[in-house]
């Protein structure tokens, strides 16, 4: 078993945790923004894609029952899965800064990548797209459907009631994959659902400001012969694709691995090894600058470098790791990537290195220590503010009378074995003979 770089490698590392403070702009000019990432799933008799997995630095699923999201956890690979998403990019699709704001587009041109590497017969254009089109269905729809349900009555409301006879009996009547003959029919279907463009503006709120987007779509095909597979990195990030993510956020990637039937469900890791390392921050910033699959291949091949190996002896793969109050920076973590990759790592870095940060001589006077302050000097207003803060303060207080309690009960206990004849030092140096 395999955990995630960016959230076990250091479990024990001193930096802060900061969750999707945007990036400095790179040589294009374009920041790494903070990525949300959902996984959105069609199994075999549903008649829309379900959101069962996301992520925003740790992995989310939605539990067995299907009413609730689990707790954020620390993700757990299977180093099977790595390999094999890591030869899914190899020989599959890859298609990079697609200029689209159209989603019908976008599918239309994976598939015909598909058919023009002859990975899919011509004939399965259509009923490909009509899957891939079908609607997006998320968690929290199915929670206000089921909170919905349990507040309305006949008796009490009527209407409410009939609302949601009308949603159920729009899911039952929705077509189905292998009844869907045309776009058209998945479009008229979309356009009718109630729930279908409402977005969950509560989670929006927890991302931070400037956030974008990746969907991950997987799915068991039976009309298949051999799984498929696109990467898609759009050239704008687009926030006109109605649901297909729960939050509205513009779009930045898309994934997806179709595949025909298999035990164990290996598409579903394969969309959960994707969204891993989505969730990554290095492999987020080496992804937004991928000019061609070999950068692709390369940031993979820097996660699997960076991340730990369980012995599956020795661990439980069902107990759910909880997330750490604090992980390596990315800083230090490119800065650990440049030395085990031979580069020369400049010694004036802007990361804080504290008191290990080492005095050189210079030969001048107190040269060494105004070296050192002027290196440190950016932080210590920083240092000023972090002595002022309200946790630090309490921390002060707590351990000033923590220390002085002790003393004043001792002080009483002293004085009153000795009856009060309890003296200082000063008073017997200096004392006047009499």
Known sequence: MLVAANEMDHFFAGADFNLGTPEPADEHGAESAALFCEMLELRPGQSSWRETVRWVKFEEDVEEDGNRWSKPFVAALKLHALMELRNCISSGSVLLDLQTNNLNEIWNTLVNEWVRMDLVPASYHEPLVATLMQPYRHQHQFQRSIIARNKSSDVLDPASSSSMRKYNQSLATMPSVNSMSSVDTLSDALSSSPTGDKTNKRFFKKLPPGSEAASILVAELEFLRRP???????????????????VPVPVRYVFVALSPKTKGNRVRELGRTMGTLFSDELFQHEVSKARDRHDLLTAIDDFMGSSTVLPPGEWNPKIRIEPPTQVQSK????????????????????????????????????????????????????????????????????????????????GGLMSTLLKGRMVGTPWHLFKIPS
């Open 228 to 246: 498929l597979t696109g990467f898609v990195r759009l050239r704008d990030a687009s926030n006109t694709f109605r649901g297909l993510v729960e």
């Open 331 to 410: 800083e230090s973590r490119t800065i650990q990537k440049k030395i085990l990759d031979g580069e020369d790592v400049d010694d004036h870095s802007d990361e804080h290195t504290g008191h290990g940060a080492e005095i050189k001589r210079t030969g001048r006077i107190c040269g060494g220590i105004m070296d050192d302050i002027k290196r440190k000097a950016k932080w210590y207003l920083a240092d000023f503010k972090d002595a002022l803060h309200i946790q630090t303060i309490a921390s002060i207080i707590f351990l000033y009378f923590a220390s002085m309690t002790p003393l004043v009960t001792f």
